[in-house]
């Protein structure tokens, strides 16, 4: 199974998981600082014509779950799941309308995984009320024994906010609000407060409480300037919504600066999703965006994102089925992933 790739990848191997020598997990780091780690997202629970395979469309939770369970054994950081909650006409084409609801599907994988991390990449979080979400993801953390990472973002489907009454044109200035008002839900007290121009609360009780503490990691996604604002101000990470390589250092130092600025010095995992992977030599067309080749040579593009300043990589393989998705994986953790951070 590739051992040598749990040592270079997310959780290393003889490592006691998120709970550290015993107790409960804790810290607001959940990368080993320094190291080049990766993670996924899972197929099957999103249909964008822009990264979907032919074969999702068919397959089930029985392939979800062989997936989740083979990142788990093969030392991913993470697996991910995102959000929509209706995709309108005009973009379900491109976007498809199959997107599995993100505290569902990983509260569902949390059940059969045991150390790899639960990233929502990204939840449109200003489409909920701060409590529920709190309530939903802290469910999540308790039952995965404090595994969660809480991406949020924007959002871009104006009919979407629409729909459910929030003001799409305001939706950063109300996420900003929401971030800070789950920050405080998802901490360590059972009764939060919080006062915000749009939130507030007070003697209300939540749990379960995350098992996490202080709480979760909150990781912000997006590559505009204000998202990146909210992400070094207000984030726990950063998640890059697919920026090349070429724009990430502009990308990393805007976020240096403002968190120098705001001094603020505690843990920050940098995110980059890379370009989508074959290893080894295929024999089909993988497209021209592919980076393929020997594991050596993956592993010496791949490297470029740590010189940069990146923390953790979003991987994506080319694959027609699941055994081949699951061969890729394998592959990559035993072959490539030992010399990330050579």
Same mark, same amino acid.
């Given at each position: 199974?590739?051992?040598?790739?749990?040592?270079?990848?997310?959780?290393?191997?003889?490592?006691?998981?998120?709970?550290?020598?015993?107790g409960?997990?804790?810290?607001?780091? #959940?990368?080993?600082?320094?190291?080049?780690?990766?993670?996924?997202?899972?197929?099957?629970?999103?249909?964008?014509?822009? @990264?979907?395979?032919?074969?999702?469309?068919?397959a089930?939770?029985?392939?979800?779950?062989?997936?989740?369970?083979?990142?788990?054994?093969?030392?991913?950081? @993470?697996?991910?799941? /995102?959000d929509?909650?209706?995709?309108?006409?005009r973009?379900?084409?491109?976007?498809?309308?199959?997107? @599995?609801?993100?505290?569902?599907?990983? &509260?569902h994988?949390?059940?059969?995984?045991?150390?790899?991390?639960?990233?929502?990449?990204?939840?449109?979080?200003?489409?909920?009320? %701060?409590?529920v979400?709190?309530?939903?993801?802290?469910?999540?953390?308790?039952?995965?024994?404090?595994?969660?990472?809480?991406?949020?973002?924007?959002?871009?489907?104006?009919?979407?906010?629409?729909?459910?009454?929030?003001?799409?044109?305001?939706?950063?200035?109300?996420?900003?609000?929401? #971030?800070?008002?789950?920050?405080?839900?998802?901490?360590?007290?059972?009764? %939060?407060?919080?006062?915000?121009?749009?939130?507030?609360?007070?003697?209300? =009780?939540?749990?379960?409480?995350?098992?996490?503490?202080?709480?979760?990691p909150v990781?912000?996604?997006?590559?505009? %300037?204000?998202?990146?604002?909210?992400?070094?101000?207000?984030?726990?990470?950063?998640?890059?919504?697919?920026?090349?390589?070429?724009?990430?250092?502009?990308?990393?130092?805007?976020?240096?600066?403002?968190?120098?600025?705001? =001094?603020?010095? =505690?843990?920050?995992?940098?995110?980059?999703?890379?370009e989508?992977? @074959?290893?080894?030599?295929?024999?089909?067309? #993988?497209?021209?965006?592919?980076?393929?080749?020997?594991?050596?040579?993956?592993?010496?593009?791949?490297?470029?994102? =740590?010189?940069?300043?990146?923390?953790?990589?979003?991987?994506?393989?080319? /694959?027609?089925?699941?055994a081949?998705?699951?061969d890729?994986?394998?592959?990559? &953790?035993?072959? #490539?992933?030992p010399l990330?951070?050579?």
């Amino acid at each position: 199974m590739g051992g040598s790739g749990l040592e270079s990848g997310g959780v290393p191997q003889g490592d006691p998981g998120p709970h550290g020598p015993r107790g409960a997990p804790h810290g607001l780091r #959940v990368l080993p600082e320094g190291r080049l780690s990766y993670g996924m997202q899972v197929p099957i629970t999103s249909l964008s014509t822009l @990264y979907a395979e032919p074969w999702e469309v068919e397959a089930g939770p029985g392939a979800l779950r062989q997936v989740a369970r083979a990142a788990d054994r093969l030392g991913f950081a @993470y697996v991910a799941t /995102c959000d929509h909650v209706a995709v309108p006409v005009r973009l379900a084409a491109a976007m498809g309308t199959t997107w @599995y609801d993100p505290v569902a599907t990983l &509260a569902h994988l949390a059940a059969v995984t045991e150390r790899t991390l639960l990233l929502s990449h990204v939840s449109v979080a200003a489409l909920r009320h %701060p409590l529920v979400l709190a309530k939903q993801y802290a469910t999540v953390d308790r039952l995965s024994d404090g595994r969660l990472v809480l991406g949020v973002g924007a959002g871009h489907v104006r009919e979407e906010f629409q729909a459910l009454g929030v003001d799409f044109h305001r939706r950063g200035a109300l996420l900003d609000e929401t #971030v800070d008002a789950l920050k405080a839900a998802l901490g360590p007290e059972e009764f %939060p407060e919080f006062r915000g121009s749009r939130f507030a609360f007070r003697g209300l =009780g939540q749990a379960p409480r995350p098992a996490r503490t202080p709480r979760p990691p909150v990781w912000v996604g997006g590559s505009s %300037p204000a998202a990146l604002r909210r992400a070094a101000l207000r984030g726990d990470g950063w998640l890059s919504q697919g920026d090349p390589r070429e724009r990430l250092p502009e990308r990393i130092d805007a976020l240096r600066r403002l968190r120098e600025k705001a =001094g603020r010095d =505690g843990p920050f995992a940098v995110g980059a999703i890379s370009e989508a992977l @074959y290893v080894g030599t295929p024999g089909w067309d #993988v497209g021209p965006r592919t980076l393929s080749g020997r594991a050596g040579t993956v592993a010496e593009s791949l490297r470029v994102y =740590g010189a940069l300043g990146v923390d953790q990589i979003q991987v994506r393989f080319r /694959c027609r089925d699941l055994a081949e998705l699951l061969d890729q994986m394998a592959a990559f &953790a035993g072959e #490539v992933a030992p010399l990330l951070n050579d």
